[in-house]
């Protein structure tokens, strides 16, 4: 169903808020009604025990009361709530019996009443302030009011608690009876009324109502006490432990509620949700038939948690068949319906599930799809699928808000498992600990999304402590490029020097050796200290000049004067860069002077002399070479690429990470670890922090034209998932 937001619609009255406000009635009418039942259901047992037991207060005559007005408080409780969402629809004013009806004294038994509903406005507003705050103020703008009082709004739990008094209002009841129904109603109604908020505001966000909307600060869930003991909990209208209503409890993962959708993931959200039908047409996904009931909610939780603890083989789209995960989906939601006595050949589903189901498929089906994941990574993962239904079915705000606790679990076991083959003994351990966290999800999750976040926080420390040996890895991979990058910068800068010096002359192989080696490697070694154009270049640039010199003049017949005038001081450190000292280096000088004398007197020139030092490079040890890893060395200007995959990857920072093809065609994650401020070159490691290519831009921007690179879409797993998943429905749609 696609809504048009109240900015764009100019009359209250408008087809898009009329079905916005029913669809609203309808998912709270699914949830606190039952909530209702239950609770009756529970006052009943607890009626019965009171009588088993001879209590006279509370016993077997308040059993037959409640017995005999327990459909009719049903029944009054949801005519209540569908008049007031009716005067709604029809701008009208309150009903009666509204917060200004006058001031008069309370009776004991009304005085009773509305402390009962004030206590259970309190316990529900302890958990789910801040969601409330924003479901009402978006409420407020589909049925065109500023505000609502508490008694006007049917989703403050005050209405609800007050409507529960109109339903018992005309029923003979005994007083202390009408407290123990509130009681337990409390109970009943604060276990379900946060899905109803989630629900509710998920609806009017995906219909543009108030996109940009936060809670306020005063109105974050506030602490609450410590849990009752026995005595305490039972104390309320003479209830006894054993039946008593547990204290609430603030839920663990609720730190992600106040958060608002970013208007591009809530845009993005609602297109997916208006392509689907065009999706399903292509995918083979046939929608629910439109006779028969409708499947509610509650049932389909069930069939999902039959699933979910069903000794089947995971849902995993490495299969023969062609069929794609929804498909399989929908399959295996059916046998476990016919399971739990549905009858039918398909389930018809409420709008909101029905696209629930089919995007958490499509999710995984994209996810898994991909190739840094093999076989039995995809079939670890495919076991999450019905716990990730679950968590759609209740809140969608998964697919929108970046800190949805499902929405980070996932995160993290595709970074402990994308691109891991279970090579290395840490790689093992990874694999066994994601194997173990999806058991726990998968035994323990009960629709409670606070075991997400506790098996996020467990599964992140756990690679936390394996990553501590990577980084240390990383960073000296990063320090031996950085020392590669400053020494071939080095060596290029000292080469085009040193050939500007010499010119065209064709020197004797002993000059030629030593100034094509053994100066320009002391060179070199001093750029990398103190720099091109320090005191100490250019005193060794001078000995290079001084050498040519001497050459042009033996070339003259005119070397017994200059021969004798070389600078032996600055001869000995060139030559001891090469490890070549005291009367070596005096006997290599010789051999430069006898080069010249050879050259002076016509000679023909040694074609080398063993006096000369062979040339060994002696580089700082963070220099060092590591392991040979794989290196794109190519000319630039002759490359074939993309240019929008250029500017992609020129947008990369250092921390982004990449898919990247090994030699054996398996796509494994590379993160960007530094980018050459001297080259642009980005260096690339693996998650041990090995290095696993140097390659400039375009180079890479090549190999993702090659299929050898895949740069994401977003900046992480689900960000990616969700990217693909709107490029298939956007596909889908165009070719429907």
Request: include cysteine.
């Amino acid at each position: 169903m696609t809504f048009r937001s109240p900015a764009e619609s100019t009359h209250p009255k408008s087809p898009a808020n009329a079905a916005l406000i029913d669809a609203i009635q309808k998912h709270l009418l699914d949830r606190v009604a039952p909530a209702l039942d239950r609770a009756l259901a529970d006052v009943d047992d607890y009626l019965f025990d009171r009588s088993q037991n001879g209590e006279s207060k509370l016993g077997m005559m308040a059993l037959r009361e409640m017995r005999h007005a327990r459909a009719d408080v049903v029944n009054n409780y949801k005519l209540t709530i569908t008049r007031r969402f009716r005067a709604l629809r029809d701008q009208q004013g309150p009903l009666q019996g509204g917060e200004d009806a006058g001031l008069s004294l309370l009776s004991e038994q009304a005085l009773e009443e509305q402390l009962a509903v004030e206590q259970l406005a309190s316990t529900v507003l302890r958990a789910h302030a801040s969601l409330f705050e924003v479901t009402s103020k978006r409420f407020f703008v589909v049925v065109g009011q500023g505000e609502l009082r508490s008694r006007e709004n049917p989703l403050d739990p005050v209405f609800l608690a007050t409507a529960l008094g109109n339903a018992m209002s005309q029923l003979e009841l005994d007083d202390d009876l009408r407290i123990v129904i509130f009681k337990y109603f409390e109970r009943e109604v604060s276990n379900v009324v946060g899905d109803l908020y989630e629900r509710c505001n998920t609806l009017l966000l995906s219909a543009g109502i108030l996109p940009d909307l936060r809670a306020s600060a005063g109105a974050k869930p506030v602490h609450v006490r410590a849990p009752a003991t026995h005595d305490e909990a039972g104390s309320y209208a003479g209830m006894p432990p054993q039946h008593a209503p547990p204290p609430q409890q603030q839920p663990a993962a609720a730190s992600y509620l106040g958060e608002t959708p970013s208007a591009a993931d809530q845009a993005m959200f609602t297109s997916m949700l208006g392509q689907l039908a065009a999706w399903r047409n292509t995918a083979g996904v046939q929608p629910s038939a439109a006779q028969g009931p409708t499947l509610g909610t509650h049932d389909l939780l069930s069939i999902l948690s039959l699933m979910q603890h069903d000794a089947a083989p995971a849902i995993s789209p490495d299969v023969e068949s062609a069929q794609t995960l929804a498909a399989q989906l929908r399959e295996r939601m059916l046998q476990s319906a016919h399971k739990l006595g549905v009858p039918g050949d398909n389930l018809h589903l409420d709008g909101l599930d029905n696209d629930a189901v089919d995007l958490v498929a499509l999710l995984f089906d994209v996810l898994l799809d991909g190739p840094q994941y093999d076989s039995q990574i995809r079939g670890m993962i495919g076991r999450m699928l019905v716990p990730y239904v679950k968590v759609a079915v209740k809140d969608r705000r998964m697919f929108m808000l970046k800190e949805h606790p499902a929405r980070k679990l996932l995160n993290t076991v595709a970074e402990a498992c994308e691109g891991n083959r279970g090579e290395a003994p840490q790689e093992r351990a990874i694999l066994t600990r994601v194997d173990h966290t999806i058991d726990r999800l998968v035994a323990e999750f009960n629709e409670d999304v606070a075991i997400f976040e506790t098996l996020e926080q467990e599964l992140r420390a756990f690679l936390a402590q394996q990553r501590k040996r990577f980084e240390l890895a990383e960073k000296r991979t990063t320090e031996a490029q950085r020392g590669r990058e400053r020494l071939d910068h080095a060596r290029s800068a000292v080469t085009e020097d040193v050939a500007a010096h010499r010119g065209a002359r064709e020197l004797p192989p002993v000059l030629d050796d030593f100034i094509s080696h053994h100066a320009t490697h002391h060179l070199v070694q001093i750029t990398l200290r103190d720099g091109k154009g320090s005191p100490r270049y250019n005193t060794a640039m001078q000995a290079v000049d001084d050498v040519l010199a001497a050459f042009d003049l033996a070339s003259a017949g005119q070397l017994p004067h200059f021969a004798t005038a070389l600078p032996s001081a600055v001869l000995s450190d060139i030559f001891a860069s090469a490890g070549c000292s005291g009367e070596a280096a005096i006997a290599a000088e010789d051999a430069l002077r006898d080069a010249l004398t050879r050259l002076a007197n016509g000679e023909a020139a040694q074609v080398a002399d063993v006096r000369l030092p062979a040339q060994i490079d002696v580089l700082d040890p963070e220099l060092t070479p590591q392991e040979a890893q794989l290196e794109v060395v190519a000319d630039n200007a002759a490359l074939d690429f993309d240019a929008a995959m250029l500017e992609r990857i020129r947008k990369l920072k250092i921390g982004d990470w990449l898919q990247l093809a090994g030699a054996d065609g398996h796509f494994a994650p590379a993160k960007v670890s530094w980018i050459s401020p001297i080259s642009a070159r980005l260096l690339l490691v693996n998650r041990r922090g090995i290095r696993v290519l140097v390659a400039s831009a375009q180079e890479l921007a090549v190999m993702a034209k090659l299929d050898r690179v895949i740069v994401r879409e977003g900046s992480n797993a689900f960000d990616e998932a969700m990217h693909l998943m709107a490029g298939r429905l956007q596909s889908a749609a165009e070719s429907a």
